[in-house]
């Protein structure tokens, strides 16, 4: 049985049974599942849920930022990049990939083998964009000072990352989200150089920077698989 409410729009399943003492929470890819009694009231239920909404959240796009869709790098595909679609050459006598305008020149071989040689492109690629954008969040928070490097990651578990030094790491596939995304997730890494946690202070910072943050971060963890 579904319940009538939702998380990043995954809808919580609810599964009863009269043997079951303890409720309990499972997150899996793509899916919510609530374990309970056959007797706990509805509404004791929901408060559970949310109560534990921001961990179930957590969770669901650490899954979709490490569980993707295997892209098919095709001659004539286009390829989201920085808020723009290059379209895609195979070029036969070609042994790197390279970018003339909207038009991303890549060389022939196996799917696996074009699919990394793309993914190489992309990570030098957007660098620049993306120390630009942290860089210029930092700056408005007034936190440039607290900034180190700026890098970007393949990490399977999360979208962007910083650490006590102040180095933000941000995801290449990120390059292939609306732009909107992208600033969001640079937002959210520079405001730890102020707050060096997910507390009131800190999402208040975010929402300063971005009112309708939410919006964005709700798209990254509904479609964040899709990158």
């Not at 849920?49 to 899954?63: F, G, K, S």
């Not at 928070?141 to 933000?168: K, P």
């Amino acid at each position: 049985m579904t319940e009538p409410w939702a998380i990043s729009g995954i809808p919580v399943e609810v599964r009863r049974s009269a043997r079951r003492r303890t409720v309990a929470l499972q997150v899996r890819p793509g899916a919510v599942t609530l374990y309970a009694p056959a007797r706990v009231p509805l509404d004791t239920l929901r408060e559970i849920v949310d109560a534990r909404r921001e961990w179930v959240a957590r969770h669901l796009e650490a899954y979709a930022a490490r569980t993707s869709v295997r892209r098919v790098v095709a001659d004539g595909e286009l390829l989201p990049f920085l808020g723009q679609d290059l379209t895609i050459r195979v070029a036969p006598d070609s042994r790197t990939v390279r970018r003339e305008g909207g038009v991303l020149h890549v060389p022939a071989g196996t799917p696996e083998a074009t699919e990394h040689a793309v993914e190489r492109w992309t990570r030098r690629a957007c660098l620049p964009t993306f120390r630009a954008l942290v860089e210029d969040a930092a700056a408005r928070l007034g936190a440039a000072g607290r900034l180190g490097r700026v890098q970007v990651t393949g990490a399977q578990q999360r979208w962007g990352s910083c650490n006590a030094q102040g180095d933000i790491r941000v995801h290449w596939k990120l390059s292939r989200a609306p732009r909107s995304v992208l600033e969001y997730v640079t937002i959210h890494e520079a405001a730890h150089l102020l707050e060096f946690n997910h507390s009131r202070r800190y999402w208040s910072l975010v929402e300063h920077m971005m009112p309708d943050y939410r919006v964005h971060r709700d798209w990254l963890r509904e479609h964040g698989h899709t990158l």
